[in-house]
Every structure is written in C-alpha cells, then in structure tokens.
C-alpha cells in the first residue's frame, strides 16, 4: 500500500469514526433528556417536550394538561430511522385501531349502505382476513388502502408523505385550538417521522394565523391559482384552480384587483371552478367571496357529530357551539333519512355569513354572477358551491358536485405500530334544504355537459334580462 493510499485510508476511518462518535453522543443525550422531567414526569427540565408522550395521556388528561400551557413547547424530534418491519400481530392491532376509530366517527355508513349498497361495519371479518393475508408492510399498506376505499369518501383514506407534511407545516400555525395542536404532537411522533422519512415540525410561534381544522388540505399546489380572461365583450372568467392556503393571497389578489378595476366593463362574472378538489374553507369565506359581493351573505347547516374522543377533542374548541342532541328539539326541522341520526349525539346549527370587504373602494361586483360546477368539485370547493347556491350569491350551471363540502374538516389519527396516518370527516352535514350533502351534493340550477355550452348559456340568459 502506497503512501498516498495510507492516508486516504485514515482519513476515511477518522471520519467513520467521528460519525458513530457523533451518532452515539447524539442518542446518549436523547436518552438522558428522557429521562429528565419535570414533576409531572410530561415536560423536560428545559422547557420541550417529546411528542410522543401524548399516548400517555387521555384525552381529559390532554385537555387539562393544554389548558396550562402558556405557549407552544419546544419539541424533541430524534432523527427519522428506517421503520421496522412489522408482525402479524402489530398489523392485526393497528388495524383494529383504525377501525374502532371509523366505527365510533365516521357519520356516513347510512349513505354508504344507500349508494353503494356497502355493509361496511359488517365486513370486519372480511377485512380482517385481509389484513391476516398480508406478508409485509408494503401488503398492509395496500390492503388499509383498499377498505379505506370502501368507505367511498373523499376524505378518508391512507396518508402520503406529501399530505403529513403539509398538514404539520399549516397546524404549525395554529396551537391555540386544542384538537389541532393535539394533532399536531401525533403527527410529530417517532412513529410517523420514521414511517414517512420526516424530520418533524416545531410550532411557528410568529404566525399571525389561527387556522381552523375546516380546512382539509386537499388542495393542489398549482403554480397559478387564480386566473382572470374575458369570455366575450359582456362576460369575464375567474378560474379557481383550488382553495389555496394564504401563501397564495398576496399572488392571486392581483388577478382580483385586476378584475375589479375592469369590473364595470362586464354584465356577468362566471367563477369557474370545475375540477377544483378543495382544499381550504377559509380561501372562499375570507378572502375570494369578500371581494366579489356587495351586501352580507348567510347560509345555516344542520351538524351531528358521535360522541367520541375525536369529539371531545373538537368541542373542546371555544369556536364551536356544540349541543347535546337529547336537549335539542328538531322535530320541526324537515331532514331527509332522519333514522340515521338515531346514531348520533351532538349537534351544531352552523351559521356561516361572508361580508363584504370595504377596505378597497373597488370591492364587489354588481353585475349577474355565475359558477360553473362539475362532478369533480369536492371539500372546501363543494362548501363554496352549496353556500353560493343557498345564498342566492350565483346561479350555478354545470353538474352536480362531489359533495363532502358540509364539515368542520378532516380528522388526522395515526396507527400506533406502523405509523401509518389515515383521514376521516366526523360531521354528518345537511345543507339549507334537510339533504345530507354527503348523499345529495349540490345540484346546479342549470344542466351544461360542456364550457362552451355553458357560456351560451350564460350569453342566453344575459340576453333575456335586457
């Protein structure tokens, strides 16, 4: 061995070694914090916290614990370690987690069993030979990704990596509501961030933002959101792409006050959102519609929701005025399938009103407004379509929608073995009209299979007003 050799050889072994040395300093360290808590045997001597403790809480516990905090914790996030491959038994066990959870919140096994004529609580059995049948993680995985098919919902299903970094990254804003900053901590557990390759997210302290769990996080990262185009002489377009987060505000505020300087220019304004999959509820409700209307906008949906820890969870937010439905008489209430609710315990009048934003003299648009709508309108974007149709804001034209759009959002759980997270909607939501949006979703008030049909259409009925 040459000289030069030798040395390259040392180099490399010095490094090797500093690494492990580096490596083993690291987990030393992490195991004497562990061990260093306060009183409560909870939160570490410096002030941060290990996400995974929250399993040693119930959720009353939970509760009481957030209600001391002065201020989001620090958090102990150990790097992400390739997950381990799990037995029969561990599959077996997060598989009964999942499903225990879906039993005791999932409010559409009715519309389930109407539409698709699916006995999904039933299939446990079934499912669970599934799960028996599966010879690694990779099998488990596609086999939860199958029953969660069975629920046919947008909403529920197996997370992708994409998807928990994006919902750690918007709950990071938002610690003052006790179900998100509780979601928040799971989804920062060793288990997940193993699972997903993740290196966890602390609390953004400086945010502004106090999101709600209404926003499901569905939406599409598109490059350009919000477009503006003249259709004709009398009509102008706004296409919507998703119901984006606030990162997209000060982007497609421009194309807004670009179409509210020429506004005068129109007799109509067609939001198109066809295709657009949701996302967030706050998009429409606080920042799109504002700028589009000229007087106060209200629509009031009927919410049930099952008793249940995820609930508890919830209610436990001051926004919410939950009631529990043995002290409410909704007798005089006309809701279609009524003997669903049977099932249920809580229920929520909600009241959603949208007001104009006055802050620039060029808000609103006095003209005729229009939304073009499409089977593919889901979630947040289903939300904005039922309330501009029961608020007389637009006349809707296209086809009948998703659904799904009636909810204070997405549940976030994770199975305590694999790691795996899996989504859900607890609210059984009726629209204005008693019908469950679920099973019913909003119907247009006219019929169009094409764009081009539905802007002559448009041209048509602008005709007959003059």
């Not at 620090?74 to 598989?95: G, I, M, T, W």
């Not at 197996?158 to 994006?166: G, L, P, Q, R, W």
């Not at 709600?212 to 996080?217: G, L, P, Q």
């Not at 509210?260 to 959102?273: E, G, R, T």
């Amino acid at each position: 061995m040459n000289k030069r050799l030798k040395l390259v050889t040392i180099f490399l072994s010095l490094i090797l070694m500093t690494s492990c040395v580096g490596r083993r300093l690291d987990s030393m360290k992490s195991k004497r914090a562990m061990r260093d808590y306060d009183n409560s045997g909870i939160i570490l001597s410096d002030g941060s916290f290990f996400p995974d403790k929250i399993t040693d809480f119930t959720v009353d516990e939970y509760l009481k614990w957030y209600k001391n905090l002065d201020e989001p914790l620090a958090l102990q996030v150990p790097k992400a370690q390739r997950p381990k491959e799990l037995s029969k038994e561990e599959r077996l066990e997060d598989f009964d987690y999942f499903f225990n959870q879906i039993q005791n919140n999932y409010p559409f096994f009715g519309v389930l069993k109407r539409k698709h004529n699916i006995d999904f609580l039933n299939n446990y059995d079934k499912y669970k030979k599934m799960v028996e049948g599966c010879e690694n993680d990779e099998d488990f995985m596609k086999v939860m990704e199958e029953i969660c098919g069975d629920l046919r919902n947008n909403h529920t299903r197996i997370a992708d990596k994409a998807y928990v970094e994006k919902t750690l990254l918007y709950f990071s804003k938002n610690w003052k509501s006790p179900s998100i900053y509780y979601e928040f901590l799971n989804l920062n557990r060793q288990v997940v961030r193993n699972r997903y390759g993740l290196e966890g997210v602390q609390s953004d302290v400086d945010s502004p933002l106090s999101l709600s769990r209404r926003s499901a996080i569905f939406d599409k990262d598109t490059t350009v959101n919000l477009e503006f185009e003249e259709a004709s002489d009398d009509i102008a377009i706004l296409r919507v792409k998703s119901m984006a987060g606030s990162e997209k505000y000060t982007e497609d505020l421009k194309v807004l006050k670009e179409f509210l300087k020429n506004k005068h220019l129109y007799k109509a304004l067609a939001i198109d959102i066809r295709g657009n999959a949701g996302g967030n509820m706050e998009y429409w409700q606080n920042f799109l519609l504002p700028k589009l209307i000229t007087g106060s906008k209200t629509v009031t949906n009927k919410l049930f929701f099952k008793e249940s820890n995820q609930a508890k969870l919830m209610f436990a937010d001051d926004r919410y005025n939950v009631e529990r439905l043995s002290n409410v008489d909704i007798s005089a209430i006309k809701l279609d399938n009524e003997e669903d609710l049977k099932r249920f315990d809580f229920y929520m009048k909600d009241i959603i009103t949208v007001n104009p934003d006055t802050s620039n003299k060029d808000y609103g648009f006095d003209g005729s407004m229009y939304l073009l709508v499409d089977g593919n309108v889901f979630s947040a974007a289903e939300g904005f379509a039922n309330f501009m149709k029961y608020s007389n804001t637009a006349t809707l034209i296209g086809n009948t929608t998703g659904g799904d759009g009636i909810t204070l959002g997405v549940i976030n759980s994770v199975m305590p073995n694999s790691g795996l997270v899996f989504t859900y909607t607890n609210t059984l939501g009726y629209d204005p009209a008693g019908k469950i949006n679920e099973e019913n979703p909003t119907t247009p008030d006219i019929i169009s299979n094409s764009y081009r049909a539905s802007l002559t259409t448009i041209d048509q009925l602008l005709g007959a007003k003059e």
